[in-house]
């Protein structure tokens, strides 16, 4: 008799039945039977947005300088459009518009962020301050170590703060796969990823969004089908 305590296979079932003869097999499972068995989570959001409002998203690395500046502009194009797509502001202010603004006013590093939006014609702001990005670890190394994290702030431009409570802004990280690649191209490549992803996360803290369940390893369905 097969005993198994992490993983139960209702009998009657057919996944469970074949996901016992694969096992049994020793074959590997196809991904389909896999997401079938662990389908995606879904996650609700950490903060959700006042409704009705324009919305302008400020990447800033004021303390923390990007060496590669263009993501700040990938950063924000993808998190307008996320917010624009799920309905979940009114508007948002294009980028291009911040970046004038920075040129055309000498004080722009010493301005609010809330005085920010305001110029720009927004409600609120999703500041987006800048902690680490790094695509490796050394300029010669061939081993790409893609980091990027942040820190978010939610402002209204008339009164302030509205989340977190912390005034330095909730933390979101992604760290990608190390990989070895020799192409000129790839530190381009890497840090359109990077910035892809945290603009996922990023949206991903104020609307329901889906993740993968944590999957069993290989070596603890064996053991225990072998139990």
């Known amino acids: 008799m097969i005993r198994r305590k992490k993983f139960v296979f209702r009998a009657g079932t057919l996944a469970g039945s074949v996901m016992a003869i694969w096992l049994l097999a020793g074959c590997q499972l196809p991904l389909a039977l896999i997401e079938m068995m662990f389908p995606k989570e879904k996650i609700p959001p950490v903060y959700t947005l006042p409704p009705g409002k324009t919305v302008l998203v400020f990447p800033d690395d004021i303390l923390n300088p990007l060496s590669y ?97 912390e005034s330095a802004g909730f933390p979101v990280k992604i760290v990608e796969p190390i990989t070895e690649s020799s192409s000129r191209d790839y530190s381009r490549q890497l840090a359109e990823k990077l910035a892809e992803g945290m603009g996922e996360k990023v949206c991903g803290l104020f609307c329901d969004h889906y993740v993968d369940r944590a999957r069993p390893k290989e070596k603890d369905i064996d053991s225990e089908i072998n139990r």
Do not use: C, H, Q
């Not at 998190?79 to 055309?104: C, H």
């Not at 590093?109 to 990005?133: C, H, M, Q």
């Not at 061939?142 to 431009?157: A, E, N, P, Q, Y």
């Open 69 to 165: 500046s263009p993501v700040k502009r990938m950063l924000a194009d993808k998190v307008n459009k996320l917010l624009v797509e799920k309905k979940l502001v009114a508007g948002t202010i294009p980028f291009d518009k911040l970046i004038d603004l920075k040129n055309s006013e000498p004080e722009f590093n010493r301005l609010a962020v809330s005085t920010v939006g305001k110029k720009l014609g927004a409600d609120l702001v999703v500041y987006i301050s800048n902690d680490e990005f790094r695509l490796k670890d050394t300029p010669l190394d061939t081993i790409w170590r893609g980091r990027f994290s942040v820190k978010v702030r939610v402002v209204d431009v008339n009164e302030g703060r509205l989340w977190p409570d």
